[in-house]
């Protein structure tokens, strides 16, 4: 897919405030410092479309843009667990898992790995949650260029293997980087044929 249009639409915290919108939309999310905002620029050909180095605590949006007045790209926060008092019980912000709950127009969400990183919990029981609540999804492995290619292999085997003790099979998944655009065809050729579906 060829990128003609990448406009910013709207920014917000409540799902409800989304855009009233039909158009297919695709959400980018993953810990804060993944490279979403990198690899977004990447994909959109624009320098500055989503903001890089987000400063912690800074107020966390859901933020819509329009590709090529036909889908939507959704830049949503960093996830993180929500403090639940008198509990122990981990969930995610609810403003997240709102999203994904009650925005049907959302097509497919890709989960950011940094890929140098061992499986971390927090992004195993965040996809856990996508798995129970029926929400499709791909892995987006970033930053590949900062390992060399037998390193990053590896890697990825491991993310596969301990993906496979949870799941029958391995999701969808694209290895990516924004300084080299490795994986930007793959991606856009992907949104692109489910576009046409
Ligand atoms: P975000 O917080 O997930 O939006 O992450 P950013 O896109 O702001 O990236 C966090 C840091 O990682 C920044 O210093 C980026 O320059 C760097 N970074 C992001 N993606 C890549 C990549 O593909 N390759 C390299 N070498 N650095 C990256």
Known sequence: MKIKSAEFVVSNSKVEQCPNSALPEYAFIGRSNVGKSSLINMLTDRKSLAKTSAKPGKTQLINHFLINKNWHLVDLPGYGYAQVSKSTKKVFQKFITAYFEKRTQMVCAFVLIDSRHAPQKIDMEF??????????????????????????????????????????????????????GTGKDEVLDYIEAINQQ
Not at 129 to 139: A, D, S, T
Not at 154 to 169: D, G, P, R, S, V
Request: charged fraction near 20%; include cysteine; glycine fraction near 2%.
């Open 127 to 180: 996809m856990q949650w996508l798995g129970e609540h029926n929400v499709p999804f791909c892995i987006i492995f970033t930053k590949a260029d900062k390992l060399k290619p037998k390193v990053l292999e590896k890697n990825i085997h491991n993310y596969q293997a301990e993906m496979l003790e949870i799941w029958t099979q391995m999701p969808e998944f694209f290895i990516t980087s924004a300084s080299t």
